[in-house]
Protein backbone atom coordinates (compact mmCIF):
# COMPACT_ATOMS: atom_id res chain seq x y z
CA UNK A 1 0.00 0.00 0.00
CA UNK A 2 1.58 3.38 -0.92
CA UNK A 3 2.19 5.19 2.16
CA UNK A 4 -0.10 8.35 0.87
CA UNK A 5 -2.88 6.01 1.40
CA UNK A 6 -2.16 4.39 4.47
CA UNK A 7 -5.33 5.71 6.50
CA UNK A 8 -2.83 6.43 9.43
CA UNK A 9 -0.94 8.46 7.50
CA UNK A 10 -3.79 10.31 6.21
CA UNK A 11 -5.46 10.84 9.58
CA UNK A 12 -2.31 12.49 10.64
CA UNK A 13 -1.64 14.65 7.76
CA UNK A 14 -5.03 15.91 8.16
CA UNK A 15 -5.01 16.84 11.74
CA UNK A 16 -1.70 18.35 11.06
CA UNK A 17 -3.23 20.59 8.59
CA UNK A 18 -6.23 21.05 10.75
CA UNK A 19 -4.39 22.07 13.65
CA UNK A 20 -1.72 23.51 11.78
CA UNK A 21 -4.21 25.62 9.61
CA UNK A 22 -5.65 27.01 13.01
CA UNK A 23 -2.28 28.05 14.63
CA UNK A 24 -1.40 29.69 11.34
CA UNK A 25 -4.37 31.99 10.43
CA UNK A 26 -3.78 32.44 14.30
CA UNK A 27 -0.38 33.94 14.06
CA UNK A 28 -1.18 35.59 10.89
CA UNK A 29 -4.01 37.98 12.61
CA UNK A 30 -1.74 38.80 15.42
CA UNK A 31 1.33 39.70 12.87
CA UNK A 32 -0.19 41.53 10.29
CA UNK A 33 -1.21 44.43 12.72
CA UNK A 34 1.95 44.32 14.50
CA UNK A 35 3.92 44.22 11.58
CA UNK A 36 1.74 47.52 9.86
CA UNK A 37 2.08 49.42 13.19
CA UNK A 38 6.03 48.51 13.09
CA UNK A 39 6.50 50.18 9.42
CA UNK A 40 4.38 52.63 9.66
CA UNK A 41 6.39 54.17 12.89
CA UNK A 42 9.48 53.64 11.13
CA UNK A 43 8.04 55.30 8.09
CA UNK A 44 7.25 58.13 10.01
CA UNK A 45 10.15 58.73 12.33
CA UNK A 46 8.31 57.43 15.37
CA UNK A 47 9.86 54.49 15.92
CA UNK A 48 13.69 56.00 16.45
CA UNK A 49 12.06 58.52 18.91
CA UNK A 50 10.13 55.91 20.89
CA UNK A 51 13.28 53.21 20.96
CA UNK A 52 15.61 56.96 22.15
CA UNK A 53 15.35 55.72 25.83
CA UNK A 54 16.48 52.14 25.68
CA UNK A 55 19.05 52.96 22.70
CA UNK A 56 21.74 53.02 24.87
CA UNK A 57 21.09 49.76 26.23
CA UNK A 58 20.40 48.17 23.07
CA UNK A 59 24.18 49.49 22.05
CA UNK A 60 25.66 48.20 25.02
CA UNK A 61 24.29 44.69 23.43
CA UNK A 62 25.88 45.96 20.35
CA UNK A 63 22.34 46.45 18.68
CA UNK A 64 20.24 49.32 16.99
CA UNK A 65 18.10 51.14 19.69
CA UNK A 66 14.88 49.80 17.17
CA UNK A 67 15.29 46.31 18.23
CA UNK A 68 13.92 47.76 21.82
CA UNK A 69 10.60 47.68 20.20
CA UNK A 70 10.88 44.32 18.02
CA UNK A 71 12.36 43.33 21.72
CA UNK A 72 9.28 44.33 24.09
CA UNK A 73 6.83 42.71 21.20
CA UNK A 74 8.80 39.56 21.57
CA UNK A 75 8.25 39.61 25.15
CA UNK A 76 4.63 39.94 25.22
CA UNK A 77 3.08 39.02 21.62
CA UNK A 78 5.98 35.66 21.03
CA UNK A 79 8.76 35.12 18.47
CA UNK A 80 6.24 35.99 15.45
CA UNK A 81 5.04 39.29 17.34
CA UNK A 82 8.88 40.31 17.64
CA UNK A 83 9.53 39.14 14.10
CA UNK A 84 6.76 41.10 12.39
CA UNK A 85 8.56 44.16 14.75
CA UNK A 86 11.96 43.26 13.06
CA UNK A 87 11.05 43.97 9.56
CA UNK A 88 11.33 47.60 10.30
CA UNK A 89 14.77 47.47 12.19
CA UNK A 90 18.19 47.07 10.17
CA UNK A 91 20.40 44.06 11.20
CA UNK A 92 24.10 43.02 10.08
CA UNK A 93 24.30 39.12 10.37
CA UNK A 94 26.20 39.56 14.10
CA UNK A 95 23.15 41.29 15.35
CA UNK A 96 20.76 39.39 13.80
CA UNK A 97 22.75 36.37 15.68
CA UNK A 98 22.81 38.68 19.42
CA UNK A 99 18.76 39.72 19.04
CA UNK A 100 17.94 35.76 17.49
CA UNK A 101 19.40 34.31 20.63
CA UNK A 102 17.93 36.88 23.05
CA UNK A 103 14.67 36.80 21.33
CA UNK A 104 14.67 33.00 21.47
CA UNK A 105 15.23 32.46 25.66
CA UNK A 106 12.75 35.29 26.26
CA UNK A 107 9.30 35.56 24.35
CA UNK A 108 5.80 35.52 24.97
CA UNK A 109 6.01 35.84 28.62
CA UNK A 110 1.97 36.59 28.94
CA UNK A 111 1.50 32.65 27.58
CA UNK A 112 4.39 31.07 28.68
CA UNK A 113 5.16 32.05 32.17
CA UNK A 114 1.66 31.44 32.79
CA UNK A 115 2.16 27.57 31.77
CA UNK A 116 5.07 27.42 33.53
CA UNK A 117 2.98 28.53 36.74
CA UNK A 118 1.05 25.60 36.94
CA UNK A 119 3.65 23.56 36.08
CA UNK A 120 6.31 23.82 39.02
CA UNK A 121 7.51 27.34 39.31
CA UNK A 122 6.22 30.46 39.87
CA UNK A 123 5.41 32.64 36.38
CA UNK A 124 7.85 35.85 38.10
CA UNK A 125 10.96 33.79 38.96
CA UNK A 126 10.98 32.13 35.34
CA UNK A 127 10.48 35.24 33.50
CA UNK A 128 13.15 36.59 36.13
CA UNK A 129 15.55 34.02 34.87
CA UNK A 130 14.68 33.83 30.98
CA UNK A 131 15.32 37.75 31.17
CA UNK A 132 18.47 37.77 33.33
CA UNK A 133 20.08 34.87 30.67
CA UNK A 134 18.71 36.67 27.86
CA UNK A 135 20.95 39.57 28.37
CA UNK A 136 24.15 37.74 29.51
CA UNK A 137 24.14 35.64 26.59
CA UNK A 138 23.70 38.90 24.31
CA UNK A 139 26.53 40.49 26.18
CA UNK A 140 28.52 37.78 25.79
CA UNK A 141 28.08 36.97 22.39
CA UNK A 142 28.46 40.90 21.18
CA UNK A 143 32.21 40.04 22.84
CA UNK A 144 32.97 36.86 21.29
CA UNK A 145 31.21 37.64 17.75
CA UNK A 146 33.56 39.25 15.17
CA UNK A 147 31.24 42.32 13.49
CA UNK A 148 29.89 41.02 9.86
CA UNK A 149 28.42 42.97 6.87
CA UNK A 150 26.22 45.99 6.85
CA UNK A 151 22.86 46.67 8.38
CA UNK A 152 20.14 45.46 6.17
CA UNK A 153 16.26 44.92 6.43
CA UNK A 154 15.67 41.37 6.81
CA UNK A 155 12.68 41.58 4.36
CA UNK A 156 13.28 44.28 2.48
CA UNK A 157 13.57 48.58 2.71
CA UNK A 158 10.75 50.38 4.39
CA UNK A 159 11.52 53.08 1.99
CA UNK A 160 10.88 56.42 4.42
CA UNK A 161 11.08 58.78 1.45
CA UNK A 162 7.66 56.80 -0.16
CA UNK A 163 4.29 58.57 -0.01
CA UNK A 164 1.89 56.70 2.18
CA UNK A 165 0.59 54.24 -0.32
CA UNK A 166 3.85 53.20 -2.10
CA UNK A 167 4.67 52.51 1.32
CA UNK A 168 1.92 50.50 2.16
CA UNK A 169 1.98 48.33 -0.90
CA UNK A 170 5.78 47.61 -0.34
CA UNK A 171 5.03 46.81 3.56
CA UNK A 172 2.05 43.83 1.75
CA UNK A 173 4.53 42.47 -0.39
CA UNK A 174 6.92 41.81 2.42
CA UNK A 175 4.38 40.67 5.20
CA UNK A 176 2.71 38.24 2.41
CA UNK A 177 6.67 37.02 2.03
CA UNK A 178 6.33 36.44 5.86
CA UNK A 179 3.28 35.26 6.12
CA UNK A 180 3.90 32.51 3.69
CA UNK A 181 7.20 31.38 5.89
CA UNK A 182 4.94 31.21 8.68
CA UNK A 183 2.07 29.34 7.32
CA UNK A 184 4.73 26.76 5.34
CA UNK A 185 6.80 25.84 8.65
CA UNK A 186 3.88 25.61 11.16
CA UNK A 187 1.76 23.53 8.79
CA UNK A 188 5.09 21.25 8.17
CA UNK A 189 5.84 21.20 11.68
CA UNK A 190 2.37 20.26 12.62
CA UNK A 191 1.66 17.43 10.53
CA UNK A 192 5.33 16.13 11.31
CA UNK A 193 4.42 15.82 14.94
CA UNK A 194 0.81 14.25 14.24
CA UNK A 195 2.95 11.82 11.97
CA UNK A 196 5.63 11.10 14.81
CA UNK A 197 2.35 10.52 17.89
CA UNK A 198 1.09 8.22 15.31
CA UNK A 199 3.34 5.90 14.68
CA UNK A 200 5.04 6.38 18.56
CA UNK A 201 7.96 7.58 17.14
CA UNK A 202 7.77 10.35 19.89
CA UNK A 203 8.02 8.38 22.89
CA UNK A 204 11.00 6.27 21.20
CA UNK A 205 12.82 9.61 20.26
CA UNK A 206 12.26 10.74 24.29
CA UNK A 207 13.58 6.82 25.66
CA UNK A 208 16.52 7.79 23.64
CA UNK A 209 16.92 11.04 24.95
CA UNK A 210 17.15 9.62 28.62
CA UNK A 211 20.89 9.18 29.14
CA UNK A 212 21.03 12.94 27.88
CA UNK A 213 18.85 14.06 30.77
CA UNK A 214 21.73 13.37 32.84
CA UNK A 215 24.24 16.04 31.16
CA UNK A 216 21.34 18.95 31.20
CA UNK A 217 20.93 17.78 34.89
CA UNK A 218 17.49 16.39 34.66
CA UNK A 219 15.99 12.90 35.81
CA UNK A 220 15.31 10.82 32.79
CA UNK A 221 11.76 10.72 33.94
CA UNK A 222 10.77 13.84 32.58
CA UNK A 223 12.48 12.84 29.13
CA UNK A 224 9.12 12.95 27.43
CA UNK A 225 8.01 16.73 28.73
CA UNK A 226 11.46 18.16 27.64
CA UNK A 227 10.78 16.62 24.49
CA UNK A 228 7.59 18.02 23.98
CA UNK A 229 8.81 21.15 25.04
CA UNK A 230 12.07 21.45 22.45
CA UNK A 231 9.83 20.24 19.45
CA UNK A 232 6.44 21.85 20.49
CA UNK A 233 7.32 24.58 22.34
CA UNK A 234 5.75 25.92 25.55
CA UNK A 235 2.41 27.37 24.21
CA UNK A 236 1.59 25.08 21.83
CA UNK A 237 2.51 22.39 24.15
CA UNK A 238 1.13 24.02 27.34
CA UNK A 239 -1.94 21.76 26.95
CA UNK A 240 0.13 18.51 27.52
CA UNK A 241 2.87 19.92 29.59
CA UNK A 242 0.27 20.82 32.01
CA UNK A 243 -1.62 17.76 31.87
CA UNK A 244 1.72 15.91 32.25
CA UNK A 245 2.95 17.61 35.12
CA UNK A 246 -0.73 17.41 37.37
CA UNK A 247 0.11 13.49 37.12
CA UNK A 248 1.61 13.69 40.40
CA UNK A 249 4.44 11.07 38.59
CA UNK A 250 6.65 14.01 39.09
CA UNK A 251 8.28 15.75 42.24
CA UNK A 252 8.75 19.20 43.07
CA UNK A 253 12.07 19.55 41.81
CA UNK A 254 12.39 17.51 38.90
CA UNK A 255 9.34 19.92 37.87
CA UNK A 256 11.65 23.09 39.06
CA UNK A 257 14.75 21.97 37.30
CA UNK A 258 12.60 20.70 34.15
CA UNK A 259 11.12 24.25 34.06
CA UNK A 260 14.73 25.98 34.36
CA UNK A 261 15.79 24.26 31.60
CA UNK A 262 12.63 24.41 28.95
CA UNK A 263 12.32 28.13 30.17
CA UNK A 264 15.41 28.84 28.48
CA UNK A 265 15.50 26.35 25.66
CA UNK A 266 12.38 25.46 23.89
CA UNK A 267 10.85 24.89 20.29
CA UNK A 268 14.09 23.82 19.07
CA UNK A 269 12.73 23.24 15.90
CA UNK A 270 10.12 25.77 14.63
CA UNK A 271 11.51 29.42 16.57
CA UNK A 272 14.99 28.15 15.22
CA UNK A 273 14.36 26.97 11.79
CA UNK A 274 12.56 30.99 11.32
CA UNK A 275 15.87 32.66 12.66
CA UNK A 276 17.59 30.50 10.08
CA UNK A 277 15.22 31.50 7.35
CA UNK A 278 16.13 34.87 8.17
CA UNK A 279 20.65 34.14 7.58
CA UNK A 280 20.89 33.67 11.24
CA UNK A 281 23.60 30.94 12.30
CA UNK A 282 22.50 27.08 13.24
CA UNK A 283 25.60 27.09 15.84
CA UNK A 284 25.33 30.24 17.60
CA UNK A 285 21.32 29.92 17.93
CA UNK A 286 21.51 26.45 19.72
CA UNK A 287 24.59 25.99 21.62
CA UNK A 288 24.73 28.69 24.14
CA UNK A 289 20.97 28.22 25.16
CA UNK A 290 21.40 24.42 25.63
CA UNK A 291 24.99 25.49 27.63
CA UNK A 292 22.97 27.98 29.51
CA UNK A 293 20.35 25.35 30.57
CA UNK A 294 23.41 22.88 31.80
CA UNK A 295 24.72 25.81 33.92
CA UNK A 296 21.66 27.08 35.54
CA UNK A 297 20.02 23.71 36.54
CA UNK A 298 23.69 22.33 37.87
CA UNK A 299 23.93 25.70 39.59
CA UNK A 300 20.39 25.28 41.23
CA UNK A 301 21.36 21.78 42.12
CA UNK A 302 24.67 22.93 43.86
CA UNK A 303 22.56 26.04 45.87
CA UNK A 304 20.41 23.00 47.04
CA UNK A 305 22.89 21.51 48.41
CA UNK A 306 24.79 24.60 50.10
CA UNK A 307 21.29 25.49 51.64
CA UNK A 308 20.43 21.47 52.69
CA UNK A 309 23.99 21.70 54.29
CA UNK A 310 23.56 24.96 55.86
CA UNK A 311 20.30 23.86 57.76
CA UNK A 312 21.57 20.36 58.29
Known amino acids: MPLACNPRVRKSVQSGVRLGGKSAWYLIRLIVPISLAANFLQWSGYLTV ?17 ASIALVSGW ?25 VMMLVGHNFLVESTVQDRTGMRWWKITGLRLAVSFLLAALLNVLLPAEGHAKLLFGAVHNHLELGPMLWAWALRAARLIAMIAAIVLSLTVTM ?34 TANLLGLAYGAGLIM ?21 ISHSLLEDTIIFLGL ?12 VATIVVVHVRHLLARQVALAEG
Open 243 to 263: NESRSGAYTAEELRDLNSSIG
Open 76 to 100: LAGVYGGLAAMTAVPFTVKQLNIFA
Open 279 to 290: GANLVILVVPRL
Open 50 to 66: ISQPLAPAMRALGLPGE
Open 194 to 227: QLLREFGWFDRLAAALNPLMKVFGLTKNVSFLWV
